[in-house]
C-alpha cells in the first residue's frame, strides 16, 4: 500500500506532526522485494519506520518512508533444548513477549513494555533490567532496499553492542527487517540482578516469568511515560561507557556518581543522573521537557515540534559536559 503526502504523527512515539511525501506500507515480504525490485538503481530516499519509538523528526521527509507490516509468531521448532520462534517485523513487541511468557518460553520477560514493533528490536538491541535482546535473537531476516535481495544475519553477523548494531551502523539505511528468530527457553534462568527486581518478586512470593513480567511493566509504569499519553521516545541518551580511571578521577570531585559495570569491561554512568545533577529533571520549555521521573527521557506535552525537542537535549548535553566534561550520546535518531 502506498501513500502520498501522509502525516507521521501516527507513526512516531513523540506524536510530531511531519509529513512525508511518499509511505509504502508492506504486509508481506514477496510485494516488499518486487517494490525494492522495481526500484532498483533509483535514487529514493527511504527511511525504515515502524512505530517510530526511537526517532526525532526535525522536519519534513523528502522521500519514501518503509514501514513493515509483516506480522505472526511462529513456533519454528527446536534446538538443542532451546525454542526457535519467529515474529514478523511488524508485530508489537511486547504482544510478543506476552505470548512467549504464556507459552513458559523464557528469555525476553526483562523486556515487557519496551514500546514500538519487532522489527526494530534488533536495530539498536533493545535492552532494560539487566537484559539485551541479543541474548536472545537466533538470526534476523532482512532485505536488501538497493536490489530486493534477502539476506539472513546470524547473531554474531549483526555485531551487536550496547544500543547498537550492524543494522545502525555499516549496514544502517540499507535493509528492511522482516522476521527476527529468537531462541528461548523452556527452562529459563531468570535475570534478577537488576536494582530491586528480585525483592520486588520476592513479595509476590514465587520467581515465574510471569511475576517477573508483571514486576518489570509495573516498575517501567512508576517511572517511564506511556507514549499513548504524552510524547516520549523512552531514554532520549545512552549511558556512557567509559574507563575506570575517568570513573576514579569524577569520584574524587562527585562522590555520589553511580556507576555500573559494562559487559565490555568499561564502567557505565548514569546519564539519568548527570541530567538531574545539572538541574534539569522536570524542567519545561514550552512543551518540551525532561520528564520529572526519568531525566534521561524528554516529553512532548503537546506541541512541541522536533526543532525544539533537539534543542532542549543540546541544552542538556552542553550542561553534562561544562559539569562533568563528559558528552551524551543520543540514543534516539535524529532525522
Ligand atoms: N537516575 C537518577 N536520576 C534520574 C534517572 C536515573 O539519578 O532521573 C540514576 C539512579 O541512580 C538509578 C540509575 O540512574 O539508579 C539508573 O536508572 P534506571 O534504573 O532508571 O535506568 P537508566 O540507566 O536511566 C536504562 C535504560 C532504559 C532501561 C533502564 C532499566 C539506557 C539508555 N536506558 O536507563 O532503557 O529501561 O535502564 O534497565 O540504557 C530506553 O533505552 O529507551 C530505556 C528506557
Not at 93 to 100: H, N, Q
Not at 317 to 322: D, I, K
Amino acid at each position: 500500500m502506498i501513500y502520498e503526502n501522509i502525516s507521521l504523527k501516527k507513526f512516531n512515539s513523540f506524536g510530531l506532526n511531519v509529513r512525508a511525501d511518499h509511505l509504502a506500507a508492506f504486509k508481506l515480504e514477496e510485494n516488499a522485494v518486487h517494490f525494492f525490485k522495481q526500484h532498483k538503481g533509483s535514487d529514493k530516499n527511504y527511511f525504515v519506520l515502524g512505530r517510530g519509538s526511537n526517532v526525532l523528526f526535525t522536519s519534513d521527509f523528502h522521500g519514501t518512508i518503509i514501514h513493515p507490516e509483516m506480522d505472526g509468531i511462529t513456533m519454528e521448532g527446536k534446538k538443542d533444548n532451546d525454542i526457535i520462534v519467529s515474529a514478523g517485523a511488524g508485530v508489537t513487541w511486547d504482544k510478543l513477549v506476552e505470548s512467549t511468557v504464556n507459552n513458559g518460553l523464557g528469555g525476553l520477560e526483562n523486556l515487557s513494555l519496551i514500546p514500538g514493533l519487532v522489527g526494530a528490536t534488533p536495530v539498536q538491541n533493545i535492552g532494560a533490567y539487566g537484559v539485551e535482546v541479543k541474548d536472545t535473537i537466533e538470526k534476523v531476516r532482512a532485505i536488501s532496499l538497493e536490489d530486493g535481495t534477502i539476506r539472513e544475519f546470524t547473531n554474531n553477523e549483526c555485531r551487536f553492542g550496547y544500543r547498537t548494531s550492524i543494522f545502525k551502523t555499516e549496514l544502517k539505511g540499507k535493509y528492511l527487517i522482516t522476521k527476527v528468530y529468537f531462541r528461548l527457553s523452556t527452562h529459563p534462568k531468570l535475570s534478577l540482578e537488576y536494582g530491586s527486581l528480585k525483592e520486588e518478586i520476592n513479595k509476590l512470593g514465587s520467581t515465574s516469568l510471569g511475576n517477573v513480567r508483571k514486576i518489570v511493566i509495573s516498575t517501567r509504569q512508576s517511572k517511564l511515560p506511556d507514549p499513548d499519553q504524552i510524547g516520549n521516545a523512552g531514554s532520549f541518551f545512552k549511558n556512557p561507557v567509559v574507563t575506570v580511571s575517568l570513573v576514579n578521577d569524577l569520584k574524587t570531585k562527585f562522590p555520589k556518581l553511580p556507576v555500573f559495570s559494562d559487559h565490555s569491561g568499561g564502567m557505565k554512568l548514569a546519564a539519568g543522573w548527570l541530567i538531574e545533577q545539572c538541574g534539569w529533571k522536570g524542567k519545561r520549555i514550552g512543551d518540551a521537557a525532561v520528564h520529572d521521573k526519568q531525566a534521561l527521557v524528554l516529553v512532548n506535552f503537546a506541541n512541541a515540534t522536533g526543532k525544539e525537542l533537539f534543542e532542549l537535549s543540546e541544552q542538556v548535553r552542553n550542561s553534562v559536559f561544562e559539569k562533568f566534561g563528559i558528552t551524551l550520546e543520543r540514543e534516539v535518531e535524529v532525522v
